[in-house]
């Protein structure tokens, strides 16, 4: 029979496995599967940051937020997000004239793609936000943690509806935390 601490060890190992969190040193795999998770919703012209600026010269970008699919069940039963939960905001430029449509706009190539993680065991906070742009080999991407003085930090801080994250635009979740009283205040 295991101990506790073997089964500890193991869980953590798995964990490490699955999302690719290299904990030490706070590197980051790039998430390959993240189009098999949980499709939380779309933004258009939402985008912030560098990649928002490029984006104001040209037609709206969609942002697409995905969460791993043990997290997502998870958030369900209980408004919070579980230690180990990744997001990835995959940001995608758009065009309007194409085949047959005219007047609405579609989805084209990736602009960016960030990630963010949540773990308790990480040193310089329980948040960390990486950076992939657009990799080409999605495979052996890696990333390094965007530092603590970024924007990303203070405003996910500031305004995000539970814990840091943005539940207040993903239409089923902002339910589910509304109902499970997980809101902060204000919201
Ligand atoms: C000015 C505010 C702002 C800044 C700065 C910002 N974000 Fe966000 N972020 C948002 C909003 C609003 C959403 C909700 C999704 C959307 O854009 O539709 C979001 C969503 C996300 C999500 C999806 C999970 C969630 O928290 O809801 C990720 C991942 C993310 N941002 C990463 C980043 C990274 C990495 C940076 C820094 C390089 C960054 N963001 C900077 C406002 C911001």
Same mark, same amino acid.
């Given at each position: ?41 779309? *933004?258009?012209?939402? =985008? ?9 010269? *040209? ?18 039963? =209980? ?5 180990? =939960? ?30 963010? #993680? ?53 239409? #089923?979740?902002?339910? #589910? ?11």
């Amino acid at each position: 029979m295991r101990t506790l601490s073997q089964t500890i060890a193991l869980t953590a190992a798995s964990l490490v496995a699955v999302f690719g969190l290299s904990g030490a040193d706070g590197r980051l795999k790039f998430p390959a599967d993240y189009r098999e998770w949980v499709f939380l919703s779309s *933004g258009v012209g939402m =985008t912030y940051g560098p990649i928002g600026d490029a984006a104001h010269t *040209g037609p709206p970008m969609f942002d697409n937020v995905f969460v791993n699919p043990a997290s997502y069940r998870g958030f369900l039963k =209980t408004g919070h997000w579980p230690d180990k =939960t990744v997001f990835v905001l995959e940001v995608r430029g758009s065009e309007s004239h194409g085949s047959i449509n005219k007047d609405g706009h579609f989805q084209t190539g990736i602009m960016g793609i960030e990630v963010e #993680v949540k773990d308790r065991s990480a040193k310089t906070g329980e948040w960390t936000f990486y950076g992939f742009g657009n990799p080409k080999n999605t495979a052996t991407a890696v990333a390094e943690p965007i530092g603590r003085d970024a924007g990303c930090y203070s405003c996910h801080g500031r305004n995000a509806a539970v814990e840091n994250t943005f539940v207040q635009f993903y239409p #089923v979740l902002y339910d #589910v935390a509304r109902n499970k009283g997980t809101l902060k205040p204000g919201f």
